[in-house]
């Protein structure tokens, strides 16, 4: 009988082991308009706006996601962005070649509020703080220089 006890606990060990582990995702912004689609939970179908990438970043359930842009241009932020939640890497592409703007001029720009993230080659402008890192967040800037217009 006790080999039958230590069986079990081998096939639940061999279950746990074979579960897919949350995985990281990739959502592209191709929008540069600020709206707030209801996308279902860890997805940004096109067209996907950085707003809506976040969302799904926040409710999806893997950690280290990646956010890219396959646009140039500005993107005028007209409410305040939804904190990040977990890690990301945010990157937009060649520097310059997106920009966030603050459109009033009182908003924050990324904040995070959990995990380690980055964020490289975006322009932020107008914000009363472009990134804001806060209770248990690590955020680092790469070449995402403020500018004040």
Do not use: K
Request: charged share 15%; with cysteine.
């Amino acid at each position: 009988m006790r080999s039958h006890g230590w069986s079990l606990v081998g096939a639940a060990l061999a279950a746990l082991a074979l579960a897919p582990a949350a995985s990281a995702a990739g959502f592209v912004v191709d929008d540069l308009s600020d709206a707030d689609r209801p996308y279902p939970a860890g997805t940004c179908a096109s067209p996907c706006t950085l707003r809506d990438a976040i969302q799904a970043v926040n409710s999806g359930p893997g950690t280290g996601d990646t956010i890219a842009f396959s646009v140039t241009g500005r993107i005028s932020v007209t409410s305040g962005l939804p904190p990040l939640t977990a890690s990301v890497a945010i990157d937009g592409g060649s520097l310059g070649a997106v920009q966030l703007d603050s459109v009033p001029s009182r908003n924050f720009g990324l904040q995070f509020s959990a995990g380690a993230s980055t964020v490289q080659r975006l322009v932020l402008t107008r914000f009363d703080m472009a990134i804001l890192a806060s209770g248990t967040a690590e955020a680092c800037s790469r070449s995402a220089p403020r500018r004040s217009t």
